[in-house]
């Protein structure tokens, strides 16, 4: 088995190329990237030109790591060519796109991913036991902030559709999506965005009620960093920290507060790419892709809802 990375970005190069090279050496992978010339890194390819990639490459999966006004063109281009297709969140910038792609995949018989991957971390997974079942969720509360992008980082340029809720949107969607676990009809929507005089998004709130759970998310493109998810039941809270990059190579801490007793569980490092790589390579041997499908639409449709005029407040 072969991938095509597409796109020479800092997550290809600290967590995605690090895994072909050690835990998944039996996979080979190639590299197209306009901006960085060859380097000895033990890629069996190294192409300058999508187009090029597109046209030579014998890979079975493309993982697509460029700016977010790319993700669909490249998306359709290389489904179309029989590619299975693995895409940095956000994988669209709109419902529509998603609808689109997901069609194509399924004509095609390929598999279409969303690369969002907190969930399979050690961390969630023990935080979900402590609560027992998610139907005891009574509330979840999740802030990730992180300081300003230099002026010229493509996150802050219209052009390549930066902005917060492009790049934090789909943590609140696949949130939502995991421990709400019910139909967004459901649950009343208010979203507040702040956009600046670049007509960028630079922070965004998100509120959703029902009359069993609430859903409260602050997330900024601009201020000190803060990273966690706190979920709370009738009888207990927990608390994630590092919950959306949870580091590989370190081990965690789980936070449980019950009544007036509060106590920490250590949690061994994790590596959630090579677990989310490992399910995807399991999937194409299967074929069962109706599951990304629907992770990637459900979660499409929550971002678009976010930005409809109904439901959000600009400020």
């Known amino acids: 088995m072969e991938i095509l990375i597409l796109g020479y970005s800092n997550l290809v190069k600290k967590k995605i190329i690090p895994l072909f090279k050690k835990e998944l050496s039996n996979i080979k992978f190639s590299i197209c990237s306009k901006s960085q010339t060859k380097k000895k890194i033990g890629a069996l390819n190294w192409y300058r030109d999508y187009r090029q990639a597109l046209k030579n490459s014998n890979a079975d999966i493309v993982y697509i790591s460029l700016p977010n006004s790319l993700h669909y063109f490249w998306a359709k281009k290389f489904l179309s060519k029989n590619f299975h297709v693995i895409i940095d969140k956000p994988a669209t910038l709109n419902f529509n796109h998603s609808h689109d792609l997901v069609k194509l995949a399924k004509k095609n018989k390929k598999l279409l991913s969303e690369a969002i991957v907190f969930s399979y971390h050690n961390q969630f997974n023990k935080a979900l036991k402590e609560i027992k079942s998610i ?12 300081p300003s992008f230099p002026k010229n980082n493509w996150h802050n340029l ?13 943590y609140a969607a696949a949130i939502h999506r995991i421990l709400i676990s019910d ?9 507040f965005l702040k956009i600046n005089k670049n007509n960028i998004n630079e922070n965004f709130i998100i509120r959703t009620t029902s009359k069993k759970k609430t859903f409260n998310g602050y997330f900024s493109h601009k201020g000190e960093y803060e990273n966690s998810l706190l979920l709370f039941t009738k009888d207990k809270s927990v608390k994630i920290n590092r919950v959306f990059s949870p580091p590989n190579n370190i081990n965690l801490t789980l936070k449980i507060n019950k009544g007036i007793d509060a106590y920490e569980r250590n949690i061994k490092k994790d590596d959630t790419f090579l677990k989310y790589f490992r399910k995807i390579i399991k999937l194409i041997y299967t074929k069962k892709f109706e599951a990304e499908y629907q992770n990637l639409m459900k979660d499409s449709f929550f971002r678009e809802k976010i930005c409809l005029k109904k439901n959000f407040i600009k400020i």
């Open 135 to 146: 139907k005891n969720i009574i509330h979840i509360d999740v802030r990730f902030v992180i």
């Open 158 to 170: 219209k052009k390549f559709k930066g902005g917060c809720l492009q790049d934090m949107g789909p």
């Open 183 to 191: 139909t967004l009809k459901n649950y009343k929507l208010q979203s």
